[in-house]
């Protein structure tokens, strides 16, 4: 039950994990640990949430992760998504570059989705709600962190009295100053790559019509964003320029100078209008002990590619099995190091990925803006020079099979017939590990050890076929018999964070499963079960 709790008022001490901070990465972190049955206490500083726009873009993965919470990105008072495409144009107004953000991807959903974070968060906290094992307790500050080799503690605040709370292990999504990385001595590496930009969102008193929705204008007079905001919203990015006082910028008669080209205080409110530093900035250790740190905790990027959040999330689903895991007693807590691992990488990717859009944007000298122009145009003419629309990068080394084809990328989902009903994969099939077969059962390529780990595991095992075959789930678009062709495999075993841990023909996927086995750090147990 979410408890906003005073000094007066008291909660259990204990629990399985603390989190500190709670915005979406805590959130998320504790619904599906709470989802799970573990005990979790969310210590937030700030008595109420943030009401104002902030993040307003998510991608086609962050769509299936909402899902599996129950949230229906096709379907959520909180969540737009547009069939456009996304352009890029110089101050002249010539299109430099152009990405396809039509139709769905092969993870099943719209390219990109926009949405008003308070209102998604409002829905994380209704979704908290139904699990009595989760606590938030708000107003209180975490101002101290102890750990021995048995459990972390921290030491909060509400300003009037101090209370130790105690946890197996901990994970600090307390935002870019966060008190558990400067607390655990976490060195960041800052790329350097630092600009201040005004930040503008109205709520439109008419309806408003543009040429495209998504623009990024590459002007050197002043680079300037435009996109929707979710449902009823939309805003503006401006470049803070050199000699200009972000103070000043972020005065309302700036703003309203620099929308005067679009909207009037008579077409629009003026919600929010605030100057940002964007970064660009990692940890380079995640963990220490038992204490973890993910979200902007752990990373900062520039907002060009829409990521920021994003990552966040997937930390969040990726941390929550691995902890899951070790909490049951069924994997040692070294397994918890390659959460830091795969996901650093992956970041790592998204931030020089936003750094590099970012580098085309910021651009105020002519002579250089006229290059990037060249150079994009080209792109624009050859497709196979542009950046990816949706790009998917593997993740970093952990628990898949380096050696197996697709393993360490984002698995794809089709639509099928199950028991009766049509629809997603993710939707119809249970929410953990999934082992996929086509036209044959996978676990006969394997021996009956290996089934009595992938049973720990609670792996859900689904022969796919031909509509009208006997089988687990019907491929009633031949989906799933392309993808298993194009690999050339015959089983896929999918991990909760729907990544493809492993993917082999049948007479390779026993030494596959041997290979992930171990990378899982399974606690040993006798014939009996026993440890």
Same mark, same amino acid.
């Not at 700030?46 to 104002?52: F, I, R, V």
């Not at 101050?91 to 308070?118: K, M, S, V």
């Not at 905001?229 to 320029?241: S, Y």
């Given at each position: 039950?979410?408890?906003?709790?005073?000094? %007066?008022?008291?909660?259990?001490?204990?629990?399985?994990?603390?989190?500190?901070?709670?915005?979406?990465?805590?959130?998320?972190?504790?619904?599906?640990?709470?989802?799970?049955?573990?005990?979790?206490?969310? /210590?937030?500083?700030?008595?109420?949430?943030?009401?104002?726009?902030?993040?307003?873009?998510?991608?086609?993965?962050?769509?299936?992760?909402?899902?599996?919470?129950?949230?229906?990105?096709? +379907?959520?008072?909180?969540?737009?998504?547009? +069939?456009?495409?996304?352009?890029?144009?110089?101050?002249?107004?010539?299109?430099?570059?152009?990405?396809?953000?039509?139709?769905?991807?092969?993870?099943?959903? !719209?390219?990109?989705?926009?949405?008003?974070?308070?209102?998604?968060?409002?829905?994380?906290?209704?979704?908290? +709600?139904?699990?009595?094992?989760?606590? /938030?307790?708000?107003?209180?500050?975490?101002?101290?962190? %102890?750990?021995?080799?048995?459990?972390?503690?921290?030491?909060?605040?509400?300003?009037?009295?101090?209370?130790?709370?105690?946890?197996?292990?901990? /994970?600090? $999504?307390?935002?870019?100053?966060?008190?558990?990385?400067? $607390? *655990?001595?976490?060195?960041?590496?800052?790329?350097?790559?630092?600009?201040?930009?005004?930040?503008?969102?109205?709520?439109?008193?008419?309806?408003?019509?543009?040429?495209?929705?998504?623009? #990024?204008?590459?002007?050197?007079?002043?680079?300037?964003?435009?996109?929707?905001?979710?449902?009823?919203?939309?805003?503006?990015?401006?470049?803070?320029?050199?000699?200009?006082?972000?103070?000043?910028?972020?005065?309302?008669?700036?703003?309203?100078?620099?929308?005067?080209?679009?909207?009037?205080?008579?077409?629009?409110?003026?919600?929010?209008?605030?100057?940002?530093?964007?970064?660009?900035?990692?940890?380079?250790?995640?963990?220490?002990?038992? &204490?973890?740190?993910?979200?902007?905790?752990? !990373? *900062?990027?520039?907002?060009?590619?829409? #990521?920021?959040?994003?990552?966040?999330?997937?930390?969040?689903?990726?941390?929550?099995?691995?902890?899951?895991?070790?909490?049951?007693?069924?994997? #040692?807590?070294?397994?918890?190091?390659?959460?830091?691992?795969?996901?650093?990488?992956?970041?790592?990717?998204?931030?020089?990925?936003?750094?590099?859009?970012?580098?085309?944007?910021?651009?105020?000298?002519?002579? %250089? $803006?006229?290059?990037?122009?060249?150079?994009?145009?080209?792109?624009?003419?050859?497709?196979?020079?542009?950046?990816?629309?949706?790009?998917?990068?593997?993740?970093?080394?952990?628990?898949?099979?380096?050696?197996?084809?697709?393993?360490?990328?984002?698995?794809?989902?089709?639509?099928?017939?199950?028991?009766?009903?049509?629809?997603?994969?993710?939707?119809?099939?249970?929410?953990?590990?999934?082992?996929?077969?086509?036209?044959?059962?996978?676990?006969?390529?394997?021996?009956?050890?290996?089934? $009595? !780990?992938?049973?720990?595991?609670?792996?859900?095992?689904?022969?796919?076929?031909?509509?009208?075959?006997?089988?687990?789930?019907?491929?009633? %678009?031949?989906?799933?018999?392309?993808?298993?062709?194009?690999?050339?495999?015959?089983?896929?075993?999918?991990?909760?964070?729907?990544?493809? &841990?492993?993917?082999?023909?049948?007479?390779?996927?026993?030494?596959? *499963?041997?290979?992930?086995?171990?990378?899982?750090?399974?606690?040993?147990?006798?014939?009996?079960?026993?440890?």
């Amino acid at each position: 039950m979410i408890r906003n709790l005073t000094a %007066e008022k008291t909660a259990d001490e204990t629990s399985d994990v603390l989190i500190v901070g709670a915005g979406p990465t805590g959130k998320l972190l504790a619904l599906h640990l709470g989802r799970r049955g573990h005990r979790v206490t969310i /210590v937030e500083r700030h008595p109420s949430a943030y009401a104002l726009p902030r993040a307003v873009a998510f991608d086609d993965e962050i769509a299936r992760v909402l899902a599996d919470i129950g949230i229906d990105p096709d +379907d959520d008072r909180a969540i737009e998504y547009l +069939d456009e495409w996304y352009y890029l144009i110089n101050g002249a107004g010539e299109r430099i570059a152009a990405l396809d953000w039509t139709g769905r991807t092969a993870a099943g959903w !719209h390219c990109h989705y926009f949405f008003n974070q308070p209102d998604l968060e409002e829905r994380f906290t209704e979704l908290l +709600d139904a699990f009595a094992s989760v606590t /938030v307790l708000r107003g209180w500050e975490a101002v101290g962190l %102890e750990q021995d080799t048995r459990q972390v503690r921290i030491t909060c605040t509400d300003g009037k009295v101090h209370r130790t709370l105690s946890a197996s292990y901990l /994970v600090g $999504a307390d935002g870019a100053n966060s008190f558990v990385r400067a $607390a *655990l001595e976490l060195p960041i590496t800052d790329l350097g790559f630092h600009y201040d930009w005004l930040i503008v969102d109205i709520r439109p008193r008419t309806p408003l019509k543009f040429e495209s929705s998504i623009l #990024q204008i590459c002007d050197t007079a002043r680079p300037t964003t435009l996109m929707p905001a979710g449902p009823g919203r939309r805003r503006w990015e401006f470049m803070v320029l050199p000699g200009e006082d972000p103070g000043t910028m972020a005065t309302e008669a700036v703003a309203w100078k620099l929308l005067q080209p679009w909207v009037t205080p008579a077409t629009a409110l003026l919600e929010r209008h605030t100057v940002w530093r964007f970064q660009a900035k990692w940890a380079e250790s995640w963990r220490r002990g038992r &204490a973890l740190i993910a979200g902007d905790a752990a !990373h *900062l990027m520039p907002p060009f590619a829409g #990521q920021g959040m994003c990552a966040g999330l997937r930390d969040a689903v990726s941390l929550a099995w691995r902890l899951d895991l070790v909490l049951r007693g069924e994997s #040692q807590p070294d397994l918890l190091d390659s959460f830091v691992e795969e996901r650093k990488t992956h970041v790592r990717y998204f931030v020089q990925f936003s750094i590099d859009i970012g580098k085309a944007v910021c651009v105020l000298d002519p002579a %250089e $803006a006229q290059s990037r122009d060249t150079a994009m145009k080209a792109a624009l003419e050859n497709p196979s020079l542009a950046p990816p629309a949706v790009p998917h990068p593997s993740l970093g080394p952990g628990v898949w099979v380096r050696s197996d084809i697709g393993a360490g990328q984002l698995s794809r989902q089709g639509m099928v017939r199950m028991s009766g009903k049509s629809g997603r994969l993710d939707a119809l099939a249970d929410r953990g590990w999934q082992l996929l077969g086509y036209g044959a059962d996978p676990l006969s390529y394997i021996t009956s050890a290996q089934r $009595a !780990h992938l049973a720990r595991l609670g792996v859900q095992t689904l022969v796919l076929g031909e509509p009208g075959s006997r089988c687990d789930a019907e491929d009633i %678009e031949g989906f799933y018999e392309c993808w298993f062709k194009e690999w050339q495999v015959d089983a896929i075993l999918i991990r909760p964070d729907r990544y493809v &841990a492993a993917a082999a023909p049948a007479d390779r996927f026993g030494a596959s *499963l041997d290979a992930l086995l171990e990378s899982l750090r399974l606690v040993a147990r006798d014939a009996t079960g026993q440890v």
